[in-house]
């Protein structure tokens, strides 16, 4: 079976995933909001409740974004890291004013240091177009996005955005699209770079919280996803109008219905809420 956990950390990300081989994948991490009595999800927490003990195969960091590496810091003491998957990006922060936003400087010394590791973690740059090793396409997993040219682009522009993972995930005949914090010039660049019907998915994961500014509406339309789930937070809305529209079925958010599961088996494909938002 594979399971897809999208869990409601607030304003970031973080997807959790079990392969049917039985590797663990986090993708993103943020723990930023998580406090006492707050009804957040708390990453580390949730690992243990679940997936205690268990390494993680692979920890992807869709782009160098704190809301999407909060909590990187507990998650590396905590657990073992095979693999790290990473962008050749260039992005510096302002250490001393880390706080303000509520992230933790732990956490941004702690990818450094990940990011110059050659095992446990070991760093992995792959992008868009690059041969699968054995290890990823055996858990049908392809990467969209981004390419190496986008990643160039970031840099220059210092828009970070436009070096987001975009991912895909299959199983019995189930897709599922993971959107990152992709730009719209981001979904174009994947679009013409890969065959027709290669971005058709059941459920999509809408890049950057569901923000009307990262929408490519002539891509989006290829994908025609059943679900949409958007990681979002109270104080925040996602464009409702585009998304109810785009999903075929349903829009989960998870600042409305908490963490949201997918299992997909031979005799099980459901997707269900936990509401905890």
Same mark, same amino acid.
């Given at each position: 079976?594979?399971?897809?956990?999208?869990?409601?950390?607030?304003?970031?990300?973080?997807?959790?995933?079990?392969?049917?081989?039985?590797?663990?994948?986090?993708?993103?991490?943020?723990?930023?909001?998580?406090?006492?009595?707050? #009804?957040?999800? /708390?990453?580390?927490?949730? !690992?243990?409740?679940? %997936?205690?003990?268990?390494? =993680?195969?692979? $920890?992807?960091? &869709?782009? #160098?974004?704190? /809301?999407?590496?909060?909590? !990187?810091?507990?998650? %590396?003491?905590?657990?073992? =890291?095979?693999? $790290?998957?990473? &962008?050749?990006?260039?992005?510096?922060?302002?250490?001393?004013?880390?706080?303000?936003?509520?992230?933790?400087?732990?956490?941004?010394?702690?990818?450094?240091?990940?990011?110059?590791?050659?095992?446990?973690?070991?760093?992995?740059?792959?992008?868009?177009?690059?041969?699968?090793?054995?290890?990823?396409?055996?858990?049908?997993?392809?990467?969209?996005?981004?390419?190496?040219?986008?990643?160039?682009?970031?840099?220059?522009?210092?828009?970070?955005?436009?070096?987001?993972?975009?991912?895909?995930?299959?199983?019995?005949?189930?897709?599922?699209?993971?959107?990152?914090?992709?730009?719209?010039?981001?979904?174009?660049?994947?679009?013409?770079?890969?065959?027709?019907?290669?971005?058709?998915?059941?459920?999509?994961?809408?890049?950057?919280?569901?923000?009307?500014?990262?929408?490519?509406?002539?891509?989006?339309?290829?994908?025609?996803?059943?679900?949409?789930?958007?990681?979002?937070?109270?104080?925040?809305?996602?464009?409702?109008?585009?998304?109810?529209?785009?999903?075929?079925?349903?829009?989960?958010?998870?600042?409305?219905?908490?963490?949201?599961?997918?299992?997909?088996?031979?005799?099980?494909?459901?997707?269900?809420?936990?509401?905890?938002?």
């Amino acid at each position: 079976m594979l399971k897809v956990h999208f869990l409601n950390v607030g304003k970031g990300n973080c997807v959790v995933a079990k392969f049917p081989l039985g590797r663990l994948a986090v993708i993103d991490i943020d723990n930023s909001k998580v406090e006492v009595d707050n #009804p957040l999800q /708390d990453p580390i927490e949730f !690992l243990n409740k679940n %997936y205690p003990d268990e390494p =993680i195969f692979r $920890f992807v960091l &869709t782009h #160098p974004d704190m /809301d999407h590496m909060s909590g !990187l810091d507990e998650l %590396y003491r905590s657990r073992t =890291i095979t693999n $790290f998957w990473d &962008t050749n990006n260039n992005k510096t922060v302002d250490r001393t004013k880390m706080d303000l936003g509520g992230y933790c400087r732990a956490d941004w010394d702690r990818y450094q240091q990940m990011r110059n590791s050659r095992e446990s973690p070991k760093v992995l740059r792959i992008y868009q177009g690059d041969d699968p090793d054995q290890f990823w396409n055996e858990d049908n997993l392809r990467i969209l996005g981004p390419s190496r040219k986008m990643v160039e682009k970031a840099n220059v522009t210092e828009e970070y955005n436009h070096c987001s993972y975009v991912l895909m995930l299959k199983h019995e005949g189930i897709k599922i699209l993971l959107g990152g914090d992709a730009t719209p010039e981001s979904w174009r660049e994947i679009r013409d770079n890969h065959e027709a019907g290669a971005l058709a998915a059941n459920i999509f994961l809408a890049p950057h919280h569901g923000s009307s500014a990262n929408i490519e509406k002539d891509v989006f339309k290829e994908i025609d996803p059943q679900y949409v789930v958007i990681s979002d937070h109270y104080g925040h809305s996602h464009d409702y109008n585009y998304y109810n529209n785009l999903a075929n079925d349903q829009v989960y958010s998870t600042k409305h219905f908490g963490n949201i599961t997918v299992e997909v088996s031979q005799s099980v494909k459901r997707i269900y809420p936990e509401r905890n938002g």
